[in-house]
């Protein structure tokens, strides 16, 4: 098990809200990346965020955004959230280029 | 851009015979590879990873990946496979000043008894 944590576990949403997800990273990580993971695919890369800025971005809309803290902990928030976006979100943080994963948080949307 | 690919969806092995699990990359420059493992319901567990240096890499619970520049392949493999290594495999590729991993579809391995 890696030091990466994520909250909550599993989410379930109804189309149009808004959702908000953490992750804490192991301890003397600095850069926390985000990915979503669709049943049966392999993980997409959503950003990036190194010392509090987003430094790298995938092929995903604006409604997908994120923040990093000072103790370099993260949130990925979705806003109108459509039924596509029921996947496995993974957070995965790193200090070189091994990246370390957190469990991940399950979200449906309905 | 980089990406990975894996030619298999499902790799099927006896218990005990080897294993081979393929990848192939495409990456300008000079790529980081990646091979991770993924148990139901879980996060992604790294195995090894290929930076720089020799073309053997040997990683966790006795896997490891040969890097072949030429062929841009970074196939997974390991001499005796064990029921317990059932799973979904991923590759993945980074590669430049960014840090983003780009993920193959996953192959799935089953070792029967």
């Known amino acids: 098990e890696t030091g990466v944590t994520q909250s909550p576990t599993h989410l379930i949403k109804t189309r149009g809200q808004q959702v908000t997800l953490r992750c804490s990273s192991q301890?003397?990580?600095?850069?926390v990346s985000w990915y979503q993971q669709a049943l049966g695919q392999g993980p997409q890369f959503i950003f990036q965020y190194y010392r509090e800025e987003e430094n790298g971005r995938g092929n995903f809309p604006p409604r997908f955004s994120g923040l990093q803290f000072p103790n370099y902990s993260s949130e990925l928030n979705v806003n109108a959230l459509e039924l596509d976006d029921s996947a496995l979100y993974l957070c995965?943080?790193?200090?070189?280029?091994?990246?370390?994963f957190g469990p991940g948080t399950r979200l449906t949307v309905t | 851009a980089q990406s990975v690919a894996q030619p298999e969806d499902q790799v099927n092995v006896a218990e005990g015979n080897p294993l081979t699990v393929k990848c192939t990359y495409s990456v300008s420059g000079n790529p980081y590879l990646f091979w991770y493992v993924q148990y139901p319901n879980r996060g992604l567990q790294f195995l090894l990873k290929y930076i720089t240096g020799d073309n053997l890499v040997k990683g966790s619970y006795g896997f490891e990946a040969e890097f072949n520049k030429s062929q841009t392949s970074f196939h997974l493999k390991k001499p005796s496979a064990l029921v317990s290594d059932s799973a979904l495999y991923f590759c993945?590729?980074?590669?430049?000043?960014?840090?983003?991993?780009?993920f193959g579809a996953g192959t799935r391995l089953t070792v029967k008894p």
């Open positions: 995965a943080s790193s200090l070189g280029r091994e990246q370390d």
């Open positions: 993945a590729v980074s590669h430049g000043t960014y840090n983003d991993m780009r």
């Open positions: 301890s003397g990580h600095n850069t």
